[in-house]
């Protein structure tokens, strides 16, 4: 599923005057690639019951007019991008917001550890130790 939508000139068969997303990574990554934002407004904020929602708006080219929006959505989409052309600026950035989104999930399911101070010693131990872990643990100091 794209998580981008071209906005369409009224023409048949024009190409997208500019292009609309909700994917704050997204947007971040365009913006650092110098594709400026459609008019004085951005952005448009909602809220509904699900929370608030945030559609940012993009211009088709690039700033240096090196990049087209068009060809950086679709490398966004794409997962071998990167591998294809391992030097692009864009690469580096998509794989940086994928890379993010790895390590966050990875510390979501990780296990805390708890740090306990007696008598000048400290132990240390996984937030969801046993009773029995903790009781052996707690002897020592």
């Not at 940086?96 to 000048?120: M, P, W, Y």
């Amino acid at each position: 599923m794209n998580s981008y939508s071209p906005g369409f000139d009224s023409r048949a068969g024009a190409e997208p005057m500019n292009y609309q997303t909700s994917n704050l990574a997204l947007a971040a990554a365009l913006s650092a690639m110098g594709v400026p934002f459609v008019g004085e407004m951005p952005f448009i904020k909602s809220r509904s019951v699900k929370g608030e929602h945030y559609t940012f708006f993009y211009e088709g080219t690039s700033i240096c007019g090196q990049y087209k929006t068009a060809d950086l959505l679709k490398a966004w989409e794409s997962p071998t991008f990167h591998q294809e052309h391992p030097e692009h600026p864009f690469a580096y950035i998509a794989c940086a917001f994928r890379n993010r989104e790895g390590l966050l999930d990875t510390v979501k399911q990780s296990i805390a550890f708890v740090s306990v101070e007696k008598h000048g010693k400290v132990a240390i131990l996984p937030e969801n130790a046993s009773p029995e872990l903790q009781t052996k643990i707690f002897s020592k100091l």
